[in-house]
């Protein structure tokens, strides 16, 4: 037997049998399962060679910083100081541990994906029903299938009686899928468009069915998309990239530099030894250890922020990679819109009533050309609302509460009016009994009673319930396509009286049904029938005709009320919105026209454009696209890889496995943490706990302010480091005497790099930071001027640094020790100075509110206090070789270290004053 197609569901079940060599009834013998089991593998999905923990965890430290930072630490132990390499080894380890971590994780997206696959299976063997593990299924094996199985297998129906399966998790279709036996074509094997096929993973909601196992394991679509996920690579995201860059460039020009500044001094003729201490003291000051902690408590910060946001982060690097997002790639179904399906328009008695109110609770009005309608005083919306309460089998009750059974569906209504609402069943049912609480409906058990029903079926496409009433009556309840529903009816209600229903009101009907259709609308008619007593039997060709037509109810699955918002703020910060849906075109462009998504037809392709276009054709018109509906999950990877093809920075927004695979290969993977599948959340970096697409907005503005904080401290601890290191080379240079000691240098490392750069880590977003378009992904973080701020500062601090040094020690004749001393203190006064004008790149430090950061504040005045503590705590002073600063010294340091803030600061206000009346610019 060779398995050459995947067009299964072309073929007849006789040739269907004839090709898996396999008799339906008996099913295969224990030899043959036996023979194809070891032909064709397991029934799993199976995962590809592991790497083992330890080998993970070793990779984090072969970063090329990692390395130095190792060398670091050991300069500091030799040097003597315990502390410095005691916390670069605690800083190397964290990163380490963080690494691993997420790499560790990322694996078990498989074993997530695993867990999908049904652990038992009734399959036919030898002529006996069997109960089998579902990894000994092979192709050509019957199994039965009822409500509550999870499919085992791929496989194609050959008997079914009222089948309804959830295949939300590979299409992404909301509603259950009414399965029939019609040979499908073979024009496409999308299994939203196979529907004599089932498919591993996928729920069976109601009815029973007889299916043959067509592919199982890696072979199945499940495991296809496994196979997808195998192959992607994760890349480094932009910050990572950058970091590396900048560890690199920053470790060359330190060590080239302080070596410069040794040999200057042995040639100068100062001792070989203590000027290589100098050296390397100044390296190790120079080298921003602290960088990947503080880019990892910043990052850490902002998670917690944006837990607080209902948006929880899996990766850390994701959090920057959010705010150069550039395009949204968002599933439908549960993500754009509620997941609930809600009745929006009635059709009744030659009237159209509109229905507020969305999801699950039961709130909202009746308008009739926006006047409200009572249904107490409408008998017939009463009577339709009624009908469609009594032709049903879901729930709606309180979430958590206890089981509300089948009689009190409609109740319950006033006792919290802001409860969490669900519906236990189907989707449509569901709809329609909110739609019935809406109007305050009495128990209905207190009229009616069931006694029986005739299931929906796919070719009557009606489902009809008999209820015996109070006086003993009995009444036909049905609801189900319009075509057919209003072929079988006579008579129509219309203002509480029955009259005929001649052609022209059928044409007037089916073209009500066609407007509602039109609106993407899920369209159900709802009749009834009085009976005379109860019938005999209970057959669907005796009792469903001579209907009573009651009217046309129009659903569908919501916007989220706040998309919409979201979606023009997402345009406003330069972030476009694609929706890619497996459901149905007309569905999804009308949700993409109500949520401004659309404003153009040609903005939208099928799943079967993108299978005839050309990777080079799929790229260039994803530039434009806005929508994708009816696409599979090779589509969705298909398109998130041309958008990143054409430099777009790309999150993909998913819930079930169909989107995994594009959700892994976005630069930023968003799952839903309530809908979604666990195979989704482990692929994603982060999940969205209240599946609500407004809050990526809020993740990405986070993020955006996050990577601002990140370019903050660069700035500092370049500019700080930059000032240190010139002015020990400057002075080398001038043939000065060194005006800092090792331990002195070492020391304002300690105080000025640690808490002030980390309080920079948590300022607030400034307020337009949503105005912006977003920063290119191939953009240096030392763009838009960063590195000649860097550089200018930098020489600022050095420079002041040894006027000061050399006046003291030469103009003023002071000893060496107090002017080392004075050089000590203006160095660290100006680099806390300083770290106020880094809060922003486009304010100067008179135009910011300093209370907005009070850490900030604190961590300055700790680092004065520990300087303050190295100048007058006389063992302190023993230590560090320094004197005590008299009054007038303090406010020439003082002068020194804010001269260039303020300065800058009065250039802004004047400039300002200058071109005030003119919009704001980026000075």
Not at 480 to 490: F, L, M, V, Y
Request: charged fraction near 20%; include cysteine; charge should be positive.
């Amino acid at each position: 037997m060779v398995l050459k197609t995947k067009l299964w569901h072309t073929l007849e079940p006789a040739s269907l049998f004839e090709a898996f060599r396999v008799d339906p009834g008996r099913g295969l013998s224990r030899r043959d399962a036996a023979g194809r089991l070891q032909r064709y593998g397991a029934n799993a999905i199976v995962r590809r060679r592991q790497t083992s923990p330890a080998v993970i965890f070793l990779s984090q430290f072969k970063d090329f910083m990692i390395m130095v930072l190792l060398g670091a630490t050991l300069i500091s132990a030799l040097l003597g100081e315990v502390a410095d390499a005691i916390t670069i080894t605690a800083i190397v380890l964290l990163n380490a541990v963080l690494g691993f971590i997420q790499e560790y994780r990322a694996e078990r997206s498989l074993e997530a994906l695993q867990e999908l696959s049904a652990p038992r299976a009734r399959v036919r063997r030898d002529g006996m029903l069997l109960e089998i593990a579902a990894a000994e299924l092979v192709p050509g094996d019957i199994i039965e299938l009822e409500a509550g199985d999870r499919v085992p297998a791929d496989a194609r129906l050959v008997e079914l009686a009222f089948l309804q399966v959830d295949e939300s998790v590979l299409t992404g279709e909301s509603l259950p899928v009414s399965k029939t036996l019609s040979v499908g074509r073979a024009t496409s094997s999308n299994p939203g468009d196979c529907q004599n096929m089932v498919y591993m993973g996928t729920s069976i909601t109601g009815g029973r069915g007889l299916a043959c196992v067509v592919a199982t394991g890696m072979r199945t679509e499940i495991g296809r998309i496994a196979g997808m996920m195998q192959r992607i690579t994760v890349e480094a995201t932009p910050l990572q990239v950058r970091l590396e860059q900048l560890g690199r460039w920053l470790v060359l020009a330190c060590l080239a530099v302080c070596a410069a500044v040794s040999l200057t001094g042995i040639i100068r003729g100062e001792p070989v030894y203590t000027m290589f201490m100098a050296g390397v003291s100044l390296a190790v000051a120079a080298i921003p250890e602290g960088l990947p902690a503080i880019v990892t408590v910043a990052l850490a910060l902002g998670v917690q922020r944006m837990v607080r946001r209902n948006a929880l982060i899996r990766k850390l690097p994701a959090v920057e990679t959010l705010g150069c997002a550039t395009v949204i790639c968002s599933d439908k179904t549960g993500t754009l819109t509620e997941n609930k399906m809600t009745v929006r328009q009635l059709y009744l008695g030659g009237r159209q009533l509109t229905v507020t109110g969305g999801g699950y609770a039961p709130e909202g009005d009746f308008l009739a050309a926006g006047r409200k309608v009572e249904p107490a005083n409408d008998p017939d919306l009463r009577l339709l609302l009624e009908a469609g309460v009594f032709c049903n089998n879901a729930q709606l009750e309180e979430e958590n509460a206890a089981g509300v059974g089948a009689v009190r569906k409609v109740m319950k209504l006033l006792s919290a009016a802001k409860s969490v609402w669900a519906v236990r069943g189907d989707p449509t049912e569901g709809a329609l009994l909110v739609a019935a609480a809406k109007a305050g409906l009495a128990l209905p058990g207190q009229r009616y009673q069931r006694v029986g029903e005739i299931p929906f079926d796919s070719d009557r496409k009606r489902m009809s319930v008999l209820c015996r009433g109070p006086q003993g009556e009995s009444v036909l309840f049905l609801k189900g396509a319009p075509e057919s529903t209003i072929d079988r009816c006579g008579t129509i209600a219309v203002g509480g009286k029955i009259s005929k229903l001649d052609p022209a009101g059928r044409s007037k009907l089916l073209a009500a049904n066609e407007a509602m259709a039109g609106d993407a609308l899920r369209v159900l008619a709802v009749a009834y029938r009085r009976l005379p007593g109860l019938p005999a039997a209970i057959e669907a060709e005796d009792l469903e005709k001579d209907l009573v037509f009651l009217g046309l109810v129009g659903m569908v699955d919501p916007p989220r009320p706040e998309v919409k918002a979201a979606v023009e703020k997402c345009r406003r910060a330069g972030i476009r919105t694609v929706m890619v849906t497996g459901d149905h075109l007309a569905t999804a462009v009308a949700v993409a026209r109500e949520i401004g998504l659309l404003s153009d037809a040609s903005d939208v392709l099928s799943g079967a454009d993108v299978d005839a276009m050309s990777e080079a054709d799929l790229a260039r018109s994803a530039a434009t696209v806005n929508v994708y509906a009816r696409v599979s999950p090779r589509h969705k990877l298909r398109i998130v890889k041309a958008l990143r093809r054409g430099g777009q920075v790309v999150a993909m927004t998913g819930d079930g496995v169909n989107d995994a695979p594009a959700v892994k290969e976005a630069d930023i993977g968003i799952a839903m943490g309530r809908t979604g599948t666990d195979v989704t959340k482990e692929a994603a970096a982060m999940v969205l706990l209240d599946d609500n697409f407004a809050t990526i907005v809020a993740a990405i503005e986070e993020g955006r302010g996050i990577y601002d904080n990140i370019r903050k401290f660069i700035r500092y601890l370049l500019a700080c480091n930059v000032g240190e290191v010139l002015t020990m080379f400057l002075a080398a240079l001038t043939g000065m005497p060194l005006p800092l000691l090792p331990v002195q240098v070492l020391w304002v490392n300690l105080v000025t790099d640690g808490l002030p750069a980390i309080a920079l880590g948590v300022d607030p977003a400034e307020k337009d930071i949503m105005q912006r378009p977003p920063r290119g992904i191939k953009e240096s973080i030392f763009a838009r001027g960063l590195a000649r701020k860097i550089y200018g500062r930098g020489l600022l601090i050095g420079v002041s640094t040894v006027a000061v040094f050399a006046g003291c020690l030469y103009g003023a004749g002071a000893s060496l020790m107090r002017a080392r001393t004075l050089a000590f203190a203006t160095l660290v006064l100006c680099q806390l100075v300083h770290v106020f004008d880094c809060r922003s790149e486009r304010r100067s430090l008179l135009e910011l509110n300093w209370l907005t950061n009070i850490s900030l504040l604190l961590a300055v005045l700790c680092s004065l206090a520990m300087t303050l503590a190295a100048i007058y705590v006389p063992q302190l002073q023993t230590v560090f070789e320094t004197v005590g600063l008299s009054a007038a010294e303090w406010l020439l340091v003082l002068f020194v270290a804010g001269a260039g803030s303020i300065a800058v600061g009065l250039r802004r206000v004047l400039l300002a004053w200058r071109l005030r009346g003119r919009p704001d610019t980026d000075r």
